[in-house]
Nanobody
């Protein structure tokens, strides 16, 4: 069964850091573009960062550049999202998604559900003192 599972969320104080994990099973994440997204209560899902297959390319939404870092550990079949200097506005459920097409060498931070077919259930992040 092909799936991705997010983990690493939780309650964090403002200014803190988190590393979220996106573990793949049933397929190799190294051969797919992977994106990170989030959805806050009452808001639409937004794209944050993506990493192409083979680490050729990474992209970030303007709103998170400098604070968010996406990376990949092929040996663990996992993609990470490191978030620094967390703010209350970062409170949301964070999702990762993998591209269905293993032959694409770019990635997009757009919430493209025709491209990103494999979504996890999300991991909640709450930033509060």
């Amino acid at each position: 069964q092909v799936k991705v599972v997010e983990s690493g969320g939780g309650l964090v104080q403002p200014g803190g850091s988190l590393r979220l994990s996106c573990a793949g099973s049933g397929f190799a994440l190294a051969e797919r573009a992977v994106g990170w997204f989030r959805q806050a209560p009452g808001k639409e899902r937004e794209g944050l960062a993506c990493l192409s297959r083979g680490r050729y390319m990474s992209r970030y939404a303007d709103s998170v550049k400098g604070r968010f870092t996406i990376s990949r550990d092929n040996a663990k079949n996992t993609v990470y999202l490191e978030i620094n200097n967390l703010k209350p506005d970062d409170t949301a459920t964070y999702y990762c998604a993998a591209d269905w097409d293993q032959y694409k060498f770019d990635c997009t931070v757009e919430v493209d559900k025709e491209r990103y077919l494999y979504w996890g259930q999300g991991t909640p992040v709450t930033v509060s003192s």
